[in-house]
């Protein structure tokens, strides 16, 4: 893989992943997950768990790295809307 494919990946997963991180800290600081579909990410973390193990098949780091912390993140939010039902 080229290091100008390896740049825009790594970007690319940065944004996606970032894009999670206010939601975490608003749920956790609300307390409340009322208003976010279970159904949704729990097929959410389903997909990026798939494009973690294709990472890894594959050896992308900027897909192992950004979708290991995606699935971080989702996860703590399934914890967060369970947790504080």
């Known amino acids: 893989m080229s290091e100008t494919a390896d740049l825009l ?8 992943t970032a894009a ?9 600081k609300s307390k409340s997950a009322a208003d976010l579909s279970l159904g949704m990410f729990l097929v959410f973390a389903l997909g990026v768990l798939l494009w973690l193990a294709y990472g890894i098949l594959i050896g992308a780091r900027p ?8 699935l971080a993140l989702a ?11």
Do not use: D, E
Not at 9 to 16: R, V
Not at 20 to 28: E, L, M, N
Not at 63 to 70: D, E, G, L, Q
């Open 75 to 85: 996860v703590s939010i399934l914890l967060m809307k369970i947790r504080f039902k």
């Open 9 to 16: 990946g790594s970007a690319a997963g940065f944004l996606t």
């Open 63 to 70: 897909i192992i790295v950004a979708n290991s912390v995606t």
């Open 20 to 28: 999670f991180v206010p939601q975490v800290v608003k749920t956790w």
